[in-house]
């Protein structure tokens, strides 16, 4: 004889509640990217407010002033440390 078993959950409102749940919960989102490593020395582009007379401070000399605002910040953080 063929199989008997009912098509029907032991428990409908079992079935129902695991329905739903598998319906309306999310996936885990993904972990968000993390920030690429720098190397070592890299420059990273950013604005900066600076008083008129410290930039033309260093601006006095011509080209190569944002180098020597790094150096001039670099000497004091180093100092610092």
């Known amino acids: ?5 009912s098509r029907r959950p032991a428990d ?3 079935a129902a ?3 739903f749940k598998a319906a309306t919960t999310r996936k885990p989102e993904a972990p968000p990217p993390s920030k690429p ?7 990273e582009s ?3 407010r600076l008083d008129s007379a410290v930039l033309e401070h260093f601006q006095k ?11 001039a910040l670099k000497a004091l953080v ?3 440390t």
């Open 61 to 71: 000399d011509g080209p190569g002033w944002q180098d020597r605002i790094n150096e």
């Open 1 to 5: 004889m063929s199989d008997m078993r």
């Open 12 to 14: 409908p409102r079992r």
């Open 37 to 43: 490593t720098t190397m070592p020395g890299a420059r």
């Open 17 to 19: 509640e695991a329905a």
């Open 78 to 80: 180093l100092r610092e």
């Open 46 to 48: 950013v604005t900066l």
